[in-house]
C-alpha cells in the first residue's frame, strides 16, 4: 500500500512539473523572421505604416530590445521609417535551453514606449510573449491586433 501511494506521489509529481513546462507545447513557428512578420502584418487586420527592417546583432540590441541583456540566436527589428510614427516590432530566436520567461521580463521591464521623437505608446501598447524558441515584441498603437496575429502562428 505504501509503495502504491509513493508511486502515485512521485507520478503527480511528474504531471505537475510538465505542466509547469514551456505553454506552447514546445511548438516553434517555421519560416523566416522576415516571412513570420509579413504573416504578422497580413494578419492583424490593420493599416500599418511604412515599414523598415533591420537585423539585430550585439552593437544595437540595446537599442531595439532596450537592453543588452538578452541573448538570441537570431533577431529582426520592423519599425516604422517615419520616426514620429511609434511602432516597433522586433523577434528573437532564442537557444533551446534559454530561460524565456526571464527573456521576456528582462525586454518587458526595460522597454521604453517613449523611444521615438515627441511621440510614444501606451503601457498596455508594449507587448512581449512567445511561441516555441520565438519571442515576440511590439510597442505599436495597434498592439493588440499584431499581437492576435502573432498568437493565431501558434496554431
Same mark, same amino acid.
Given at each position: ?18 505542466a ?6 514546445g ?15 497580413? *494578419? $492583424?487586420?490593420? +493599416? ?9 546583432d /550585439?552593437?544595437? @540590441?540595446?537599442?531595439?530590445?532596450g ?13 516604422a ?10 523577434l528573437?530566436?532564442?537557444?533551446? *535551453? $534559454?530561460?524565456? +520567461? ?7 521591464e526595460?522597454? /521604453?514606449?517613449? @523611444? ?11 507587448i ?28
Amino acid at each position: 500500500m505504501k509503495k502504491t501511494i509513493c508511486l502515485l506521489l512521485s507520478l503527480s509529481l511528474v504531471l505537475a512539473l510538465c505542466a509547469c513546462g514551456n505553454t506552447t507545447g514546445g511548438k516553434n513557428v517555421e519560416g523566416t523572421l522576415q516571412e513570420i512578420f509579413a504573416k504578422i502584418y497580413e *494578419n $492583424a487586420g490593420v +493599416e500599418s505604416p511604412m515599414l523598415m527592417e533591420t537585423v539585430l546583432d /550585439d552593437t544595437n @540590441k540595446a537599442g531595439f530590445l532596450g537592453t543588452d541583456e538578452v541573448a538570441f540566436t537570431e533577431g529582426l527589428s520592423s519599425d516604422a521609417a517615419i520616426m514620429t510614427i511609434p511602432h516597433a516590432m522586433v523577434l528573437i530566436r532564442v537557444d533551446s *535551453n $534559454a530561460d524565456i +520567461e526571464a527573456v521576456k521580463t528582462k525586454i518587458r521591464e526595460n522597454a /521604453d514606449p517613449r @523611444k521615438w521623437i515627441c511621440v510614444g505608446v501606451e503601457e498596455d501598447e508594449v507587448i512581449v510573449d512567445s511561441i516555441g524558441d520565438l519571442v515576440f515584441f511590439v510597442m505599436s498603437a495597434d498592439a493588440k491586433a499584431y499581437h492576435n496575429s502573432f498568437k493565431l502562428l501558434a496554431k
